[in-house]
């Protein structure tokens, strides 16, 4: 096969080789995994349980990019969408295997990650936002969901820091939340208990092709890691590899989001669900600390926080819950979701034999994580993924010409 344009690395002084012509490869494993936010570990994790020999190699530490941000919520209802009928089919058959998920995942780590199927409150604070809402559950209705239309009242109740200009809510009772930290903890701690190894501070910088087949990668300090598949998990990153020939290559992009975490009363806390207006969403966690998100920032790669971000996070989540005025302001953080042209996530095989993607997942990696992880250890098998999955397989973008 004619050399790889700017891929010829892996090949000078033999498979295996490193500068200097000394080898430096761990053992052949079948699977190789790059990126390890929740979206990679889970996958090895699954991978390592079917009977497979797993290593996960990551550019800095375990959950440090787009894990490390993500507010949690696992809301497929009060987060339905027009035009995207098929991710919320996925996002659903997600939701529904999460407590299955949480328990094992919990008894396989030994510790808890904080998930809790407590509900949504979305709420309307002016007429405007009221007609909104009101035409965002008359789509939920029609979509077979379970949503409730309540008054003011009512909404108090559920939620009594409610500001009084609240005029009506949708309770999606069947949304849950996780604490996305606590979740990259327990998925290192059992996917190291089932054998998979996990290598930080490696990032990928050249392809390993033979005979048109992907078999695995040389990091940049010169590593050579053999395995029988790849899966691209790079979050936002999976869109620019270097190592990848061009045409291989997923047309995610990165969108910017940053969040406040605030520390709140764990006896009293500020809300017991998550609740959301048109402009913002605030989510409890079972320690106290509140999230407060999020921003959506097309600014290619840059995560600077800014003040102006943080301020209209602040005012709108008092604007819906005052008394969050008073609690410590404990962190601003920046981060980058994976996006797609069509807000979908790419999972399935690759344009490159060996190679395949479980990335592109936006606002929903949390969410998707369950399922995603199934689909790929089933794929890794030579067995079909769930049927959900399908509709997420990378030719539906359109030839590589044509997907960005």
């Given at each position: 096969?004619?050399?790889?344009?700017?891929?010829?690395?892996?090949?000078?002084?033999?498979?295996?080789?490193?500068?200097?012509?000394?080898?430096?490869?761990?053992?052949?494993?079948?699977?190789?995994?790059?990126?390890?936010?929740?979206?990679?570990?889970?996958?090895?994790?699954?991978?390592?349980?079917?009977?497979?020999?797993?290593?996960?190699?990551?550019?800095?530490?375990p959950?440090?990019?787009?894990?490390?941000?993500?507010?949690?919520?696992?809301?497929?209802?009060?987060?339905?969408?027009?035009?995207?009928?098929?991710?919320?089919?996925?996002?659903?058959?997600?939701?529904?295997?999460?407590?299955?998920?949480?328990?094992?995942?919990?008894?396989?780590?030994?510790?808890?990650?904080?998930?809790?199927?407590?509900?949504?409150?979305?709420?309307?604070?002016?007429?405007?936002?009221?007609?909104?809402?009101?035409?965002?559950?008359?789509?939920?209705?029609?979509?077979?969901?379970?949503?409730?239309?309540?008054?003011?009242?009512?909404?108090?109740e559920?939620?009594?820091?409610?500001?009084?200009?609240?005029?009506?809510?949708?309770?999606?009772?069947?949304?849950?939340?996780?604490?996305?930290?606590?979740?990259?903890?327990?998925?290192?701690?059992?996917?190291?208990?089932?054998?998979?190894?996990?290598?930080?501070?490696?990032?990928?910088?050249?392809?390993?092709?033979?005979?048109?087949?992907?078999?695995?990668?040389?990091?940049?300090?010169?590593?050579?890691?053999?395995?029988?598949?790849?899966?691209?998990?790079?979050?936002?990153?999976?869109?620019?590899?270097?190592?990848?020939?061009?045409?291989?290559?997923?047309?995610?992009?990165?969108?910017?989001?940053q969040?406040?975490?605030?520390?709140?009363?764990?006896?009293?806390?500020?809300?017991?669900?998550?609740?959301?207006?048109?402009?913002?969403?605030?989510?409890?966690?079972?320690?106290?600390?509140?999230?407060?998100?999020?921003?959506?920032?097309?600014?290619?790669?840059?995560?600077?926080?800014?003040?102006?971000a943080?301020?209209?996070?602040?005012?709108?989540?008092?604007?819906?819950?005052?008394?969050?005025?008073?609690?410590?302001?404990?962190?601003?953080?920046?981060?980058?979701?994976?996006?797609?042209p069509?807000?979908?996530?790419?999972?399935?095989?690759?344009?490159?034999?060996?190679?395949?993607?479980?990335?592109?997942?936006?606002?929903?990696?949390?969410?998707?994580?369950?399922?995603?992880?199934?689909?790929?250890?089933?794929?890794?098998?030579?067995?079909?993924p769930?049927?959900?999955?399908?509709?997420?397989?990378l030719?539906?973008?359109?030839?590589?010409?044509?997907r960005?």
């Amino acid at each position: 096969m004619p050399p790889t344009p700017g891929k010829q690395g892996p090949q000078q002084g033999g498979p295996g080789a490193a500068p200097g012509g000394q080898a430096r490869g761990l053992p052949t494993s079948d699977v190789l995994v790059v990126g390890a936010g929740v979206i990679g570990l889970a996958c090895a994790w699954r991978a390592a349980q079917r009977g497979m020999s797993v290593c996960v190699i990551d550019r800095h530490a375990p959950g440090s990019g787009t894990s490390r941000v993500a507010a949690g919520m696992l809301a497929p209802v009060g987060e339905a969408s027009w035009g995207e009928e098929s991710l919320l089919e996925l996002n659903l058959a997600s939701a529904s295997a999460y407590p299955r998920f949480a328990a094992e995942l919990e008894e396989a780590a030994g510790s808890g990650i904080d998930y809790r199927r407590h509900g949504a409150l979305h709420v309307a604070l002016d007429r405007d936002e009221e007609e909104e809402l009101r035409r965002r559950h008359r789509y939920q209705e029609g979509m077979g969901l379970e949503t409730e239309w309540i008054g003011p009242w009512r909404c108090r109740e559920l939620e009594p820091g409610l500001a009084t200009a609240c005029s009506a809510g949708v309770h999606a009772r069947e949304d849950a939340s996780v604490d996305p930290r606590a979740l990259v903890d327990a998925l290192v701690l059992a996917a190291e208990r089932a054998g998979v190894t996990v290598i930080p501070n490696a990032e990928a910088a050249a392809a390993l092709i033979e005979s048109d087949r992907l078999r695995g990668v040389r990091t940049a300090d010169g590593r050579v890691l053999r395995a029988g598949q790849v899966v691209l998990a790079c979050g936002p990153w999976s869109g620019r590899p270097d190592w990848l020939p061009a045409g291989v290559v997923p047309p995610v992009r990165p969108v910017k989001g940053q969040v406040l975490y605030l520390r709140g009363n764990r006896a009293h806390p500020l809300c017991e669900r998550i609740v959301a207006t048109q402009r913002v969403y605030v989510a409890p966690r079972g320690d106290g600390r509140i999230v407060v998100g999020a921003t959506v920032e097309e600014q290619s790669f840059d995560t600077t926080v800014t003040a102006g971000a943080a301020h209209e996070l602040l005012r709108e989540c008092c604007r819906v819950l005052p008394e969050a005025a008073e609690l410590e302001l404990l962190e601003v953080v920046a981060g980058l979701r994976p996006a797609t042209p069509d807000n979908s996530p790419v999972i399935g095989r690759g344009a490159l034999d060996g190679l395949v993607l479980a990335t592109g997942h936006f606002r929903n990696g949390i969410l998707l994580t369950p399922i995603t992880a199934d689909a790929v250890a089933a794929l890794l098998s030579g067995d079909e993924p769930p049927g959900p999955v399908a509709p997420m397989a990378l030719e539906r973008l359109g030839p590589p010409a044509s997907r960005r």
